[in-house]
């Protein structure tokens, strides 16, 4: 059996227009603030349960594909920090952008926080987080700019704890950057 995509490559048409159906009711209710159940969500996009659950076989599936072009916009911008020449502001720029998209996008901040995917496009995304941030931790370890014993997973960790904490009672902080400055503050070393 192929495994799950969050965004499939090829759909027939009819196929496409039910789930772009589905993920625009679907955006609408994150927008409210309200979680996208599949159940409802395929209420109001005026399609059978049944063909919601073919498109999103799991609510992970949903946040999956809700997550998805977010999750690849951040990655680029991660990507593109952790190439500075400059180590100190290479990891300021991953950590500062990873966050800013982790609260501007709640399901992306769900998607990390929660750690765990289902689709095979998305489970590559997070394999090339991980290994482009985990690159650029050792080479701010060989500087002395990060504490010896942190790695990608203890970041991943670190910037979803403060992301919970700058959504918390579904208010967003203000200032998300100086959440930012404080996890850098706290990674340097001792």
Do not use: K, W
């Amino acid at each position: 059996m192929t495994p799950a995509l969050a965004r499939p490559e090829a759909l027939r048409a009819d196929a496409l227009r039910n789930r772009s159906a589905l993920l625009d009711v679907a955006r609408a209710f994150v927008r409210r603030g309200e979680q996208p159940l599949l159940n409802a969500v395929a209420h109001e996009a005026g399609v059978g349960v049944g063909t919601a659950y073919r498109h999103f076989p799991t609510q992970q599936h949903l946040l999956e594909a809700l997550a998805i072009d977010a999750f690849e916009d951040m990655l680029d911008r991660v990507r593109a920090a952790v190439e500075l020449p400059d180590t100190a502001q290479a990891v300021r720029g991953v950590v500062v952008e990873a966050f800013r998209s982790m609260v501007r996008d709640a399901p992306l901040g769900d998607l990390l926080t929660g750690g765990s995917f289902s689709c095979a496009d998305t489970t590559a995304l997070a394999g090339d987080l991980v290994a482009s941030v985990g690159a650029l931790l050792d080479r701010a370890r060989a500087e002395g700019l990060v504490r010896p014993d942190l790695d990608a997973d203890d970041l991943r960790r670190l910037l979803c704890g403060m992301r919970s904490a700058a959504v918390a009672g579904g208010q967003q902080v203000a200032d998300p950057d100086r959440y930012a400055e404080v996890l850098l503050t706290g990674i340097r070393p001792a």
